[in-house]
């Protein structure tokens, strides 16, 4: 089955402990890329990846790090959250460089306090 | 910058009835829309993608439409059912922007009673 996997789906913690948020995905998409879903203001895009090794900044980066070392993995990394970066975090990807039909994976549920 | 405007921002219908969700944008320089699913506690689905050369795309009961010059697009939903409450979303990627970023609307909240 084509999909985007997330683990965690649901986390917990302390300001200052860093995190990794583990993204997947099985259908061979070159691009990837990481949203973040807030009330009253939508989602909005952290980071994105066009293909192995090419990462940039989407509209909301700060606080978050990224690395794209294969194809089918994107972890996001928060090397010291903070309350202000709880939220509901997406994954997605795409092929066709991020112009195609975009697939989501299902959420992580992060909780900074 | 591209602004998405999804309104009603709620709708409750009675099932069987047949619905339309609108959506709008401020700047036509889009390479698509997408019309997106979002039922609580879970992801993203997609419904239906148009590409900016296309006028409309078809999925089983759902209908997209899109004109770019105008800015709208509607997602019209035939004999809704209970099982179609979800948040509906939709979003457009722009030229100009960075790649492959969807703006998003804020959703309509769509109810179906039995």
């Known amino acids: 089955e084509a999909q985007v996997t997330q683990n965690p789906r649901y986390l917990i913690t302390v300001t200052g402990k860093k995190l990794t948020v583990t993204c997947s995905q099985n259908m061979n998409h070159e691009y990837m890329s990481w949203y973040r879903q807030d009330p009253g203001l939508g989602l909005r895009q952290i980071y994105y990846?066009?293909?192995?090794?090419v990462t940039d900044k989407g509209d909301v980066p700060e606080g978050y790090k990224v690395s794209r070392k294969e194809k089918r993995n994107f972890p996001l990394i928060l090397e010291s959250p903070s309350p202000n970066q709880t939220s509901l975090y997406f994954c997605?990807?795409?092929w066709g460089q991020g112009v195609g039909e975009q697939y989501f994976g299902p959420g992580t549920r992060l909780t900074v306090t | 910058k591209q602004e998405v405007t999804q309104i009603p921002a709620a709708l409750s219908v009675p099932e069987g009835e047949n619905l339309v969700l609108n959506c709008s944008f401020t700047?036509?320089?889009?390479?698509?829309l997408q019309w997106f699913r979002q039922d609580p506690g879970k992801g993203l689905t997609s419904l239906l993608l148009i590409q900016s050369s296309q006028r409309e795309q078809t999925s089983g009961r759902l209908n997209a439409s899109l004109d770019k010059s105008s800015g709208r697009s509607t997602l019209y939903i035939a004999a809704s059912q209970p099982g179609d409450s979800a948040t509906y979303l939709c979003?457009?990627?722009?030229?100009?922007?960075?790649?492959?970023?969807?703006?998003f609307g804020k959703g309509t909240k769509l109810s179906v009673k039995p």
């Open positions: 979003a457009v990627i722009s030229y100009g922007g960075s790649q492959g970023n969807l703006i």
């Open positions: 997605a990807s795409s």
């Open positions: 700047d036509s320089a889009i390479y698509n």
């Open positions: 990846s066009m293909n192995v090794e």
